[in-house]
């Protein structure tokens, strides 16, 4: 994307973002691995008390999910995120030194195989739990070409920097506004498109019951499969003791055609958002409450066989 600069204050402010940024990753690249995760433990700790409304978001969703524990939960999903920052900053030194592969095992990886054999591409679909970029990692190391669907920042230059930076573990990125069309591309060319179907999708989204609530949620892996008749799979990355990351991956399926449209995107999106809610009750921790998942309400929705736009 190229930088819309909007006035020098502006760009001053962007590129002074960019530079903190980057010296944070320096920081934690230079650092042992396990002193840059204590020093990302107490970050996290500054941040519970220092980001309140964020906090609170994530205390008081996980307390309605889990009931009395759910406030441990949440600020324990604090530090997880954290970790799981610093674990990605390092993934392309790690990757280049072996160490990181030793650290993943693949749970379905016939799901994964069986999903490519169709020879449409590969719809892959999480959210942000666990060690979630691990996967993308995975698959790219493996040869295959890896295409991520990101929602882009308003500063320009970080979404550069960013760019740079997932191209350096072998994947992609396709900005939201406009995955559609780049990500029936990307299926064209046989590649595996990951989508985060986590995040609440606004007015545009389809909604879904999820940990309790109805939550708008993308309709975009449904309508790839729909348009394309590539495959979906499921997966998710559960962080192991030691730092070790399990991958597992669900068996695949086509969102079915045969049905009116609207139906075929609910069937599909309940059956992803229901894999992804297991997960998220086996390690909730694991899970980022502080986004405000439930923040649209059903009345705002628009038709389920609409496309994004």
């Given at each position: 994307?190229?930088?819309?600069?909007?006035?020098?204050?502006?760009?001053?402010?962007?590129?002074?973002?960019?530079?903190?940024?980057?010296?944070?990753?320096?920081?934690?690249?230079?650092?042992?691995?396990?002193?840059?995760?204590?020093?990302?433990?107490?970050?996290?700790?500054?941040?519970?008390?220092?980001?309140?409304?964020?906090?609170?978001?994530?205390?008081?969703?996980?307390?309605?999910?889990?009931?009395?524990?759910?406030?441990?939960?949440?600020?324990?999903?604090?530090?997880?995120?954290?970790?799981?920052?610093?674990?990605?900053?390092?993934?392309?030194?790690?990757?280049?030194?072996?160490?990181?592969?030793?650290?993943?095992?693949?749970?379905?990886?016939?799901?994964?195989?069986?999903?490519?054999?169709?020879?449409?591409?590969?719809?892959?679909?999480?959210?942000?739990?666990?060690?979630?970029?691990?996967?993308?990692?995975?698959?790219?190391?493996?040869?295959?070409?890896?295409?991520?669907?990101?929602?882009?920042?308003?500063?320009?230059?970080?979404?550069?920097?960013?760019?740079?930076?997932?191209?350096?573990?072998?994947?992609?990125?396709?900005?939201?506004?406009?995955?559609?069309?780049?990500?029936?591309?990307?299926?064209?060319?046989?590649?595996?498109?990951?989508?985060?179907?986590?995040?609440?999708?606004?007015?545009?989204?389809?909604?879904?019951?999820?940990?309790?609530?109805?939550?708008?949620?993308?309709?975009?892996?449904?309508?790839?499969?729909?348009?394309?008749?590539?495959?979906?799979?499921?997966?998710?990355?559960?962080?192991?003791?030691?730092?070790?990351?399990?991958?597992?991956?669900?068996e695949p399926f086509v969102a079915d055609a045969?049905?009116?449209?609207?139906?075929?995107?609910?069937?599909?999106?309940?059956?992803?958002?229901?894999?992804?809610?297991?997960?998220?009750?086996?390690?909730?921790?694991?899970?980022?409450?502080?986004?405000?998942?439930?923040?649209?309400?059903?009345?705002?929705?628009?038709?389920?066989?609409?496309?994004?736009?």
């Open positions: 994307m190229s930088p819309n600069t909007g006035g020098l204050f502006t760009s001053v402010a962007w590129g002074v973002q960019y530079c903190l940024g980057r010296c944070g990753q320096a920081a934690v690249l230079l650092l042992p691995e396990v002193l840059a995760l204590a020093a990302g433990r107490v970050v996290a700790t500054v941040l519970w008390t220092a980001l309140r409304k964020r906090s609170g978001i994530a205390r008081k969703e996980a307390t309605r999910v889990l009931g009395k524990r759910g406030a441990e939960v949440a600020q324990g999903s604090f530090q997880h995120l954290m970790e799981t920052i610093i674990r990605t900053m390092r993934a392309p030194r790690d990757r280049s030194s072996g160490r990181w592969e030793r650290r993943v095992e693949i749970r379905g990886l016939e799901n994964l195989e069986r999903a490519v054999a169709m020879g449409r591409g590969v719809i892959a679909v999480s959210g942000h739990f666990g060690d979630w970029e691990t996967f993308n990692i995975a698959l790219a190391a493996r040869g295959h070409r890896v295409f991520v669907v990101r929602r882009a920042m308003d500063n320009p230059y970080m979404n550069r920097g960013f760019e740079s930076f997932w191209k350096q573990v072998g994947t992609r990125v396709i900005w939201r506004k406009g995955a559609m069309r780049e990500g029936l591309q990307a299926l064209r060319e046989g590649g595996v498109l990951t989508l985060y179907v986590d995040q609440d999708a606004r007015h545009q989204g389809i909604f879904v019951p999820f940990l309790g609530r109805a939550a708008s949620t993308i309709k975009a892996p449904a309508l790839l499969s729909l348009k394309s008749g590539a495959p979906i799979l499921g997966f998710a990355v559960t962080r192991q003791p030691g730092g070790r990351s399990l991958i597992q991956i669900e045969s049905l009116p449209k609207s139906d075929a995107v609910l069937a599909s999106t309940r059956k992803l958002t229901e894999a992804l809610e297991k997960r998220i009750l086996e390690a909730p921790e694991q899970w980022m409450w502080i986004h405000r998942r439930w923040k649209t309400k059903p009345e705002e929705a628009v038709p389920a066989d609409a496309d994004p736009a």
